[in-house]
């Protein structure tokens, strides 16, 4: 059964409620709340025992709504409703009039004509209702005043803003005077206000701009006449002739200013950032540029050209033979067309060993010393401050000097200057090593197996002692076997026609236990000496 109006109206009129934290309300429920010798508390807002309503223990919140739902007048004048601070303006038809309780929960019913699905089940929010108005049913929550609309001159102002700035953007894309208007950018950042403090010009609108934003330089950034934005000066006074903001300016943009002229001039902080972000990337492409010349003429020295023959060979240069590669009389002559002069190396054995060993002992000039000794002016490279070496043909950079001859050998061999020696042959140093005696490998020795009660055992092939491990034999023939090694006493069965012996005590007790039926040596001599008393 739906039961509209007063109960659902008085349920929302419970949000309305002072807040505990407070601590009116409670002194509130606490002055109409009766506490009866039966330790039950009683509602008592219209008089004592006027309302049968009790709990069995004192819950504020409880008694609060309690009192707005069957008492209203008195909880209102009681002072349990909030007092309207400000006069409201027109409001919205009471929600409660489309909302009905049903056993479901709070049910929508702003269309009579309609059953609407939509429900909240234990806790109901206004605001719900009223989103869920304005989304299912438009036109009666416009009916009913759930919409609200700007009325006020503010509002009215803010739409027709709006109108305009369409109105401006839609005629902008048709016609091609709006190159000669100007672009503000509004800059929040560092003020709370907007301002249009960066301009954007044409090269046309000089004239409309003729004017700086004030008198004063250091008010306002030199390069694109900010104001709002935090500056710092350019010169540090009108001396200044060594400024290197300056100095990047004029780099960057080609705008030259003078200490003398220009001082006080400030320059904001978003244009200084924007010029040393154009000065990295100048000098990232200069280098990037750098490196793709280089690449590029190695890889052009690399391809084989077709180019004809020489009339004539090139010149050939010495070259510095280690004397550990020859081992023979032999005479190494190298001619020189261009220069008719010949090089004759001679080696004999008239030569005695010991100045072979001052030969093979004396260091061995490499290439790169030899390229030490010449000029500096007619080498093919340049020595760095930082002991690097560059390259005149393609400035590639090297880490030491023979890493540099190298390079002219194999990409720069038509300067005919350098001619890579073949290194000296390694010496190697042969160890002797002895050859190891051959690994005598042990047989393995076989041993008879006894089973008794289901457990095998291992028997000495000496003497009859029991192992239940085959590696613990090991260990019992090299102490009571083996020659050269201290042997261990052993044990006699001293029972009567019985010869046998053992090594430990714990074969003797299994061999009394098994074949004699005794529980240990101490019973097996108790025995023993009573039949030897006996005997006697």
């Excluded at 590639?396 to 073949?422: C, P, R, W």
């Amino acid at each position: 059964m739906d039961s509209a109006g007063p109960t659902t109206q008085r349920y929302f009129n419970s949000s309305k409620l002072r807040r505990f934290k407070h601590g009116s309300t409670d002194q509130l429920v606490a002055e109409n709340v009766t506490h009866g010798s039966d330790g039950v508390f009683r509602c008592a807002i219209a008089g004592p025992g006027s309302c049968p309503f009790a709990l069995p223990k004192m819950i504020q919140f409880t008694f609060a709504c309690h009192f707005l739902r069957s008492h209203p007048k008195e909880a209102e004048e009681k002072g349990f409703l909030e007092e309207s601070r400000a006069p409201t303006k027109s409001q919205p038809a009471a929600l409660g009039h489309f909302v009905v309780r049903t056993e479901r929960g709070f049910c929508c019913r702003i269309d009579p004509s309609l059953t609407c699905a939509y429900v909240q089940k234990d806790q109901v929010s206004a605001q719900n209702f009223t989103r869920h108005f304005r989304l299912a049913h438009p036109a009666l929550a416009r009916k009913h005043g759930f919409y609200q609309v700007l009325q006020s001159h503010e509002g009215r102002s803010i739409l027709n803003t709006m109108v305009q700035r369409s109105v401006e953007k839609s005629t902008a894309d048709d016609s091609e005077q709006t190159s000669q208007k100007r672009k503000l950018t509004e800059d929040d950042d560092d003020s709370g206000e907007s301002s249009s403090d960066v301009i954007v010009l044409n090269p046309g609108d000089e004239k409309e701009w003729m004017n700086t934003p004030s008198d004063d330089p250091s008010e306002y950034c030199r390069l694109c006449f900010s104001v709002a934005r935090r500056s710092k000066p350019i010169f540090s006074g009108p001396q200044d002739t060594g400024s290197s903001c300056a100095a990047l300016i004029e780099e960057c943009t080609g705008v030259r200013l003078a200490a003398g002229e220009d001082y006080p001039a400030a320059i904001c902080h978003e244009c200084s950032e924007k010029l040393h972000d154009i000065k990295c990337f100048r000098t990232v492409c200069e280098t990037l540029n750098r490196v793709v010349c280089r690449n590029r003429a190695a890889s052009r020295s690399k391809t084989p050209e077709t180019v004809a023959p020489p009339s004539s060979p090139p010149p050939l240069v010495p070259i510095e033979m280690p004397v550990a590669n020859l081992t023979c009389d032999e005479e190494l002559t190298i001619e020189n067309e261009d220069d008719d002069e010949d090089y004759v190396v001679q080696l004999s054995d008239s030569d005695d060993d010991d100045e072979e060993e001052a030969v093979d002992d004396t260091p061995q000039e490499s290439s790169s010393t030899a390229v030490e000794e010449t000029g500096g002016e007619d080498l093919p490279y340049i020595a760095l401050q930082d002991d690097w070496f560059c390259c005149k043909q393609c400035n590639q950079i090297h880490h030491t000097l023979d890493v540099m001859v190298d390079h002219l050998h194999n990409y720069h061999s038509e300067l005919g200057f350098f001619v890579k020696a073949k290194p000296a042959a390694p010496q190697v140093n042969k160890k002797k090593y002895k050859k190891s005696k051959p690994r005598t490998v042990a047989t393995p020795v076989e041993y008879q197996e006894v089973v008794i009660a289901d457990k095998t055992y291992f028997k000495c092939n000496d003497c009859d002692t029991l192992v239940s491990q085959k590696g613990n034999m090991a260990r019992h023939e090299r102490c009571y076997h083996k020659e050269g090694s201290e042997q261990k006493p052993r044990l006699y069965c001293r029972v009567a026609e019985c010869y046998q012996n053992f090594m430990d005590r714990m074969g003797l007790t299994r061999h009394l236990k098994l074949q004699h039926s005794y529980d240990s040596i101490e019973e097996a001599m108790a025995l023993q000496l009573h039949h030897e008393v006996e005997i006697l």
